[in-house]
Structures are given as C-alpha cells and as structure tokens.
C-alpha cells in the first residue's frame, strides 16, 4: 500500500472512530468567544475555525462589505505585508483561508503540531484575526477584482436567475443581497467602511473558536487564548429580523441571447433549528436532493428527457433561507419543464413518498454520512455549523437517528404544512436565440 493511500486509510478509520460518539467539548473564554473543542489525536495536524456572525446580512447599507472586508484580512497584519503573511504560513506548510457568506465569515488555518510550525502559523493568524492594516493598495485591487466580478455576472443566466431570485423573494430583508453586493454599492465602498465593519463585528463575543486535532483540553484552552486575547470584547451582533412569507404566485422572465433556459424556482424555507428539520430534509432527498435517482429526475430527465439535471434543496440559514428548485433545459421546452416540476411537486405534496422510497433515501443518507465527517476539517467545519447556530452538541451522534425517525406521514404532513406550490416565486433566464 502506498503512503498517500495508507495516510488516506489511518485518516478515514480515525475519523470514523472518533466521531462515533463525539467528544464535544465547549467553554467561553474570558473576553467572550465560544469555543467548541475536539481531541483528535491520531495526525499532528489541528484545523482551526473561526467563525464570526458577520456575513453579507450585516452589510446594512453597503452590500458587500462583509466581503471585502473577510477578503482584507489577510493583505496586511500588524507590520507585515500579504508577501511576509503568506511566505510565513508556507514556510511551516500551514494552509489559510477566509471565506464570506450570508450568515457568516469564516478563518481557517490548517497547521502541524510540530513546535516551529504551530508556533509560526498560529502567531502569524494571530495577527490577521486581530491586527488588520487594511493597505490601500491591496483594498483597490481586490475592490477592482470584485467588480471584474460583478461585471462577469451578467454573461451568466444562473447568476442572474440567482440575483432576481434573492431580491425578489426576501425584498427588504438583509438575505435579499448578494454577498458580492453590487457595481453601484461596492465603488461606493471605503477603507473606513471596512475597519468600521472590522471593529463592529470581528470581536471576541461575535465569535465561534473551532479546534480539532492533536492538541489536549489545555492547550486548546491556551490557544483559544492566544489568539482571542487581543480581540475586543465587543457584542454579539443583533438578531436578524424574521423572513416575511410569500404570499404570491409569481413569475418573472429575464430575456437572454442563449439556447437554454435557465429556470429557478421556489419560495421561503427554514432556519437551521426549524423543528421540521428533519424529514423536509429526508423528504426533499427524495424529492429533488438526492440527483439522479430522485423523482424530479426521474420525471424531468428519464421520463420526458427535458433536462440534464434538475434539484431542490433546502438552504437553512440563521433565519429562514430559500427552498429552491432549478433546472436548465432548451427555450422551446422551457414552458414544458416548469408544467412538469410544478405538477410533479404538486403530486409529492399531495401523496408524500412511498414507503420503499423513504427506506431507499435513509438508507443513501445514513450510508454516506461517514464520508461527511471523515477528516478533521470535514469535523471542524461541522463543529463551526454546530457554533455558529448554537445547535445540541449531540448533533453528530444523533443525525442518524433522527433521519431513521422520519416516518412517511411525517414528510407528508410537513411538506403540506409548508411548502406552499401555488405561492411559488418563478425566474426564467434565456428565450433568445443565442
């Protein structure tokens, strides 16, 4: 057996074992930031999350500042430029990444447990997460890249079935944005925007601290520490407000020169913590999520051959996200297409799935979830949901159990109870010739 396939095996084995019945361990400390901890000492490796409630719904007045503003963070820390950053994390073989979404922001650092290099990484992440310059020179070049970006959009029917969808679906609520914002808000957009968002939301009490690997209780107590310590204290950041239901079937058609059309449809969803979590996910497994073998495909693309792929899915967020539907298909077959996803949905509201249909959908669940935890960033990252949402700390342990609980009068009750095919939100991109 060669090496990479026997690290690959020792890494898939621990994994497993460990998050059996996951050892959880969570604390705050002192200036406010929770941590959410797991021993994982099989590899001298440790990923660290860091997750701040400070996502694209913070971006108020200034979309996409929270994106900007998580891109920075790396471009510059105390006296050292993006150059001395990222050669001192390449010198020890550390990997770090920042990332921007609705709800949240994210830094991650992926490090060895030898002395030099965890001492090199984790003291040069220090600093990005607590001493920021925000050099101009860099903020001018990633704002130009972002609107490269934004530009960039406008060839792409998904990204602008994307944009519609969001705005029209939450209107005035903070998820109607995209992350990236837009050309009129990001050339609007200053440095003083940025550290203002920075000292508002990048502060110890607005934070998640995920560590997994090889490191004990005490020394992921002492290096939450370490790298909080010269964060402000501050505040959580304010609840976001409620999702306004849509109460209105309506669809809305963006002409583009292309010889597919790009359809996106649905309406509002749930929150992470919503108490139907569990078999609108099962049941939408079956429905759209689970690919080829779901009924939409099997409806849409096997049966009328109208498309090469279609899905639904669920898009839980701190408040309720969307719960989309989409597929791609010709112009003159477009009309056709929506007529059988809608009818389709209509029939799997109305009559629910068959008991050999839920077996088969537990079953593909259950059976992959070991491939979802199986390395320590997969685990962290989990553990950041499980943060970040403020979530049971069983979570894990007991996902398999809570799927297999699922009952078909369940799915069918709650997909009657909330999903609602004749309020349903419809964006059509495409119809011109190419």
Not at 247 to 255: A, R
């Amino acid at each position: 057996m060669s090496i990479k396939k026997w690290i690959f095996f020792i890494t898939l084995t621990v994994s497993s074992s460990v998050f059996a019945s996951p050892d959880i361990q969570k604390w705050t400390t002192e200036n406010g930031a929770s941590v959410y901890f797991v021993n994982a000492p099989e590899l001298p490796m440790v990923d660290i999350n860091i997750v701040f409630n400070a996502g694209a719904a913070r971006d108020a007045d200034h979309p996409g500042l929270a994106k900007l503003t998580n891109a920075m963070l790396d471009e510059g820390a105390a006296d050292l430029d993006a150059d001395a950053i990222a050669d001192a994390f390449s010198s020890v073989g550390a990997n770090y990444s920042a990332s921007s979404q609705r709800d949240m922001a994210i830094l991650s650092l992926r490090t060895l447990t030898d002395p030099n290099a965890f001492d090199t990484s984790v003291n040069m992440f220090a600093k990005i997460l607590s001493s920021p310059s925000f050099p101009e020179t860099s903020f001018l070049r990633i704002k130009q890249q972002l609107l490269t970006g934004l530009q960039a959009e406008k060839q792409s029917p998904k990204s602008l079935a994307t944009r519609t969808f969001f705005q029209e679906l939450y209107g005035e609520h903070p998820y109607a944005q995209m992350p990236a914002g837009d050309t009129v808000s990001v050339e609007k957009i200053n440095l003083a925007d940025l550290k203002a968002f920075y000292q508002q939301y990048y502060v110890a009490k607005n934070a998640v601290v995920v560590i997994v690997g090889d490191v004990s209780k005490s020394q992921a107590q002492q290096l939450a520490t370490r790298l909080t310590v010269d964060l402000k204290s501050g505040t959580a950041a304010p609840e976001l407000p409620v999702v306004s239901s849509f109460n209105q079937d309506k669809e809305i058609v963006l002409p583009f020169p292309s010889s597919q059309t790009t359809i996106m449809m649905g309406q509002v969803g749930i929150s992470r913590d919503d108490p139907d979590y569990f078999p609108l996910y099962v049941g939408n497994h079956i429905l759209g999520g689970s690919g080829l073998v779901s009924i939409l495909s099997d409806e849409v693309r096997e049966k009328r051959g109208l498309t090469y792929g279609v899905y639904s899915y669920f898009s839980p967020m701190q408040q309720s996200g969307p719960y989309v539907f989409g597929l791609q298909t010709r112009n003159d077959q477009a009309e056709q297409a929506l007529k059988v996803l809608k009818d389709t949905l209509n029939t799997y509201i109305k009559n629910g799935p068959s008991q050999a249909q839920l077996t088969a959908a537990k079953q593909n669940i259950t059976g992959g979830f070991a491939l979802r935890v199986d390395s320590n960033s997969k685990i962290a990252d989990y553990l950041s949901m499980i943060g970040f949402y403020n979530l049971p700390l069983d979570y894990l342990d007991s996902f398999n159990d809570k799927v297999n609980a699922v009952t078909v009068a369940d799915i069918k009750e709650a997909f009657k109870r909330r999903v609602h095919a004749d309020n349903m939100l419809t964006v059509l991109v495409g119809g011109e010739t190419e």
